[in-house]
C-alpha cells in the first residue's frame, strides 16, 4: 500500500520569518493527519538571510536534520552552540524543558533544511546532539545511512527503531529498498523525478509505503531523495532493522 503526500498538498506555513511545509498535519479524513508510524513529524523549512526558526518542538522529541543548502546556526538553554552547513546532517535529542533557537547563519544566503521528527521511544529523555558530513559521493547512487540505532557505517545513532536514508541519484539509476516484515517507509523527494513503482514523483512529493516487501525507486532525472525506514509499534513481534 502506497499513501501519497504531493508537494501541492502540504500545509504551507508561509511567515514573514520563513517558510514552512509540513507533509503531515490535521485534515478531515486525512490518513497523514498524526504522521506516519513513528515518524511524527516531516517539514521542509527555508529561511531568509539572518532570520529566526519557529519551527521547533515543544516537547519532547528525536530530530534528524538535513542542511540543504545554506548554514543553520544552533544554540540552546544548556549552553551548547553550532553551525550545521550544507551537506551536514544532524541528530539532536531535545528533552523536556530545553529551549532551543536556530537562525540562518547567513546574512545575504536563504537556507533550505529538511527536518525528520521520530515519536520518542521513551520518555525523560536526556538531551544530546552530534552532526556529521555525509559527502554526495557517499549516497551517490546508493541509499547511504545517515542515522541508524546502532550507529552503522558511521551514522548518527538515534534511539528509535529506525533508518534514516539519503541518495544522490544520476538519471536512470533503480534503486530497491527491501522492507523486513512489519516495517514500513516513507520516501521524500528533495529535487528531481523519479517512479515509485508505476507512481511519478516530483519535487516535494513524499510516499508513505506499507505493508510491502520492498520500496523500488527508479531516477527519472538527477534526483535527491530522504527515506525513512520505520519499525513497527512498541511490543510487536515484528522485524527489528539488521545489522
Request: charged residues 25%; aromatic residues 4%; contains cysteine.
Amino acid at each position: 500500500m502506497i499513501i501519497l503526500r504531493r508537494a501541492q498538498d502540504r500545509h504551507h506555513d508561509k511567515r514573514r520569518t520563513q517558510q514552512v511545509l509540513h507533509s503531515f498535519g490535521p485534515r478531515n479524513g486525512d490518513l497523514l493527519a498524526s504522521g506516519f508510524g513513528t515518524l511524527e513529524r516531516f517539514t521542509e523549512n527555508r529561511l531568509p538571510p539572518g532570520a529566526v526558526s519557529a519551527d521547533h518542538p515543544r516537547q519532547e522529541a528525536e530530530i534528524v536534520t538535513y542542511v540543504f543548502k545554506g548554514a543553520l546556526a544552533q544554540e540552546d538553554s544548556s549552553g551548547r552552540s553550532g553551525v550545521v552547513c550544507a551537506g551536514e546532517f544532524q541528530r539532536m535529542t531535545i528533552g523536556r524543558g530545553l529551549r532551543h533557537k536556530e537562525t540562518n547563519a547567513s546574512r545575504s544566503d536563504w537556507a533550505h533544511i529538511f527536518r525528520i521528527s521520530l515519536r520518542p521511544s521513551q520518555l525523560g529523555l536526556e538531551c544530546a546532539q552530534e552532526q556529521q558530513r555525509f559527502a554526495a559521493a557517499q549516497r551517490h547512487n546508493v541509499l547511504g545511512i545517515v542515522a541508524s540505532p546502532d550507529g552503522r557505517k558511521g551514522s548518527l545513532r538515534i534511539l528509535q527503531d529506525a533508518l534514516v536514508c539519503s541518495s544522490v541519484l544520476d538519471p536512470g539509476r533503480h534503486l530497491v529498498h527491501e522492507l523486513l516484515r512489519g516495517r514500513s517507509a516513507w520516501l521524500h523527494v528533495i529535487c528531481g523525478e523519479a517512479t515509485l513503482d508505476d507512481l511519478i514523483l516530483v519535487q516535494g512529493d513524499g510516499a508513505g509505503v506499507t505493508a510491502e516487501r520492498s520500496v523500488s525507486l527508479t531516477a527519472q532525472e538527477s534526483t535527491e531523495v530522504l527515506l525513512v525506514d520505520l519499525g513497527p509499534p512498541p511490543g510487536s513481534r515484528a522485524s527489528r532493522v539488521g545489522p
